[in-house]
């Protein structure tokens, strides 16, 4: 299963064996050719009933635990986690009313995974940029946030259908790379033509996060 960006095993025993990736992890199934040098980058395998289940993580950002199943005490992330992006309790009123919970950043907000779950920092710059709101957004009104709730889904699916975005490290669980970096629209495009006002998009830093938008139709009112 999956919540957020947490994969959920469940085990024999009642528990469930938690992983989140990071910014580099992955499974995937291990390569049973003995000739190759042993990865490095392999933090932990487990040995199934048709091969091995493997764990790569090159930064070891990632975070793999047991836990009694559905009991998330011991990751408040995880156990704080909103609503899925599809499913019909991600709805345009919910989602305004938590955003305006908070003073924060609207992408500060994004990223702790509270008003939704899943939007990491690529997809964040997409949606808010399709939306038209700007990232350092403090207050975001209920017709924004219902562009914003729209354009969550509507990124999240793009992502989705192109197999993940790929700029370094994403991989399935094949080995293989995703296509969605081909079609991103705004992150990672700072100093390129805006393709909605030709205005130059920025790059700045948000909650330590960096950060591409468009100053011309992504402004801070």
């Not at 499913?87 to 939704?116: C, E, G, I, N, Y």
């Not at 390129?192 to 960096?210: E, N």
């Amino acid at each position: 299963g999956r919540r957020g960006k947490y994969l959920l095993v469940g085990l024999d025993d009642g528990q469930e064996l938690v992983v989140h990736p990071g910014m580099t992890g992955m499974l995937r199934i291990a390569n049973d050719d003995a000739s190759e040098a042993p990865d490095p980058y392999v933090r932990a395998a487990w040995q199934l009933d048709d091969g091995v289940l493997e764990y790569r993580d090159v930064r070891r950002f990632g975070r793999i635990a047991v836990v009694p199943k559905g009991e998330y005490a011991s990751m408040p992330t995880l156990a704080a986690q909103g609503p899925e992006p599809f499913d019909d309790a991600f709805a345009p009123d919910p989602f305004w009313r938590a955003l305006r919970a908070s003073s924060v950043h609207v992408k500060t907000q994004l990223l702790s995974q509270r008003p939704v779950a899943g939007v990491g920092n690529i997809y964040a710059d997409e949606a808010l940029w399709l939306a038209g709101v700007h990232p350092a957004a403090r207050k975001v009104t209920r017709p924004q946030a219902a562009r914003l709730h729209d354009a969550i889904r509507q990124v999240l699916a793009q992502g989705i259908d192109n197999g993940g975005t790929t700029l370094r490290d994403y991989r399935d669980f094949t080995g293989g790379s995703g296509e969605n970096q081909h079609a991103l629209s705004c992150y990672g495009r700072d100093d390129q033509p805006c393709l909605r006002c030709a205005t130059p998009l920025r790059r700045t830093v948000i909650g330590a996060r960096g950060t591409t938008y468009c100053p011309g139709c992504q402004r801070l009112r």
